[in-house]
């Protein structure tokens, strides 16, 4: 059921790499909750061409962009005010890539160079996005910005390896410069720390599916869909949630604050099933 939520929002959505992705999602919910928007994602991941399915769908515009880029970026954001008609009321920052979790290295032997680039690609890339606005006076007043993150910049999962400090500085850049954008244009920055979800990005964790199942039977919830997520963006995008800034607002079905489940503890074998 869509609540015309964000109707008249012009807004950015970065990630969607295919059907699985979270900001796939997110843009359906957009487009049924009656925003208009830019998809955006690297030029080298649009070469299946599965994006140009979901703009069809949603009736929005591709900007190509690698969010390392400032040049690139700059363009981004020049080019969505022109398609959009005027400044934009909403960024989606779903974007993600660790090169030592895609080639297994374990936490101890991190590659620095990978580590490097991990960085500047899952969170720098977020300061340089809200950086790049801020300097063109890009975003309305109230705007909404939300970033992606996991758990793990809290506490410790071995397998998220380099990811886990790499989220730490994401949600730390989320807090700092919702303080600076907040003050000047009363812009929003929060993350939401989303449950295992079955996408490119995920499944490539090594143990994913396992790691999965059990924070599903943690959570008393259980696990949050890349749908479920993309409810609760559209609410942080929308004015209900205006006065909400500098947050790691957790999207985890409980998880989070689950020290154990009656469920691990039975397949554990440690206690019996009632
Ligand atoms: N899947 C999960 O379990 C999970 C859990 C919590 C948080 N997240 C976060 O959600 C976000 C979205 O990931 P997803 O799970 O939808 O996976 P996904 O693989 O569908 O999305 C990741 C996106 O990042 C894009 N990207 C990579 N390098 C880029 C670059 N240089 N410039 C622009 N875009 C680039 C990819 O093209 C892709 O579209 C990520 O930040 C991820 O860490 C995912």
Redesign the pocket.
Same mark, same amino acid.
């Given at each position: 059921m869509a609540y015309n939520l964000l109707k008249g929002k012009r807004g950015i959505i $970065? +990630?969607?790499?295919?059907s *699985? #992705? /979270?900001?796939?999602k997110v843009a359906e919910k957009a487009h049924e909750e009656g925003a208009t928007f830019v998809l955006? *994602?690297?030029p /080298?991941?649009?070469r299946m061409g599965e994006i140009n399915g979901l703009a069809e769908k949603t009736n929005s515009k591709i900007v190509p962009?690698? &969010?390392? #880029?400032v040049e690139e970026l700059t363009n981004l954001f020049t080019q969505s005010q022109e398609i959009l008609g005027g400044k934009i009321d909403f960024v989606l920052? =779903? /974007? +993600?890539?660790s090169v030592n979790i895609r080639k297994k290295i374990a936490y101890p032997e991190l590659n620095y160079d990978y580590y490097a680039k991990g960085v500047?690609? #899952?969170a720098m =890339?977020l300061h340089k996005m809200l950086s790049v606005a801020y300097k063109m006076d890009a975003l309305n007043d109230h705007a909404s910005v939300v970033?992606? $993150?996991? &758990?793990a910049a809290q506490r410790t999962f071995p397998f998220y390896t380099d990811?886990a400090d790499i989220?730490a500085l994401?949600e730390s850049i989320a807090r700092s410069f919702g303080y600076h954008y907040g003050l000047r244009n009363k812009v929003r920055v929060n993350t939401? =720390?989303? #449950?295992?979800?079955?996408? $490119?990005?995920?499944? +490539? /964790?090594k143990g994913?599916g396992d790691f999965?199942d059990y924070a599903d039977a943690i959570a008393p919830l259980g696990n949050a869909t890349?749908e479920d997520?993309a409810n609760y963006c559209v609410t942080l995008f929308s004015d209900l949630t205006k006065m909400v800034t500098m947050q790691n607002l957790f999207h985890d079905g409980g998880y989070s604050t689950t020290g154990v489940s009656d469920l691990i503890m039975q397949k554990a074998g440690i206690t019996e099933g009632e």
């Open positions: $970065t +990630g969607a790499l295919d *699985n #992705s /979270i900001a796939w955006t *994602n690297a /080298i991941a649009m962009a690698d &969010a390392t #880029s920052h =779903s /974007i +993600g890539m500047d690609v #899952s =890339s970033a992606l $993150t996991y &758990a990811m989220k994401l939401v =720390s989303q #449950s295992p979800t079955k996408t $490119t990005a995920g499944t +490539g /964790i994913f999965f890349a997520c």
